[in-house]
């Protein structure tokens, strides 16, 4: 899976619609019955599905002059 460009917060925000999968597929109906331990563990599948919704939100062209001042002026 191929992250990047997505900053801590894309990553974060990756994970809660990636975990929200599983519970999207037990419909408005079960929702309110269903126990937590109960729910099918997250797929990979999950993560892929999400990365269609959740985007990265630094263009390539920020991202490389992020790295350039890190290069310059980040500790080491």
Known sequence: METEGYSGSDLRALCE????????????QNILTIKANQLR??????????????????????????ERWNEEFGSS
Request: hydrophobic share 40%; aromatic share 8%; charged share 30%.
């Open 41 to 66: 563990p997250l797929k990979y599948e999950d993560f892929k599905n999400a990365m269609t919704v959740i985007r990265p939100s630094l263009q390539k062209s920020k991202w490389d002059e992020l």
């Open 17 to 28: 619609e990636a975990a929200m999968m599983p519970i999207r597929e037990l419909g408005p």
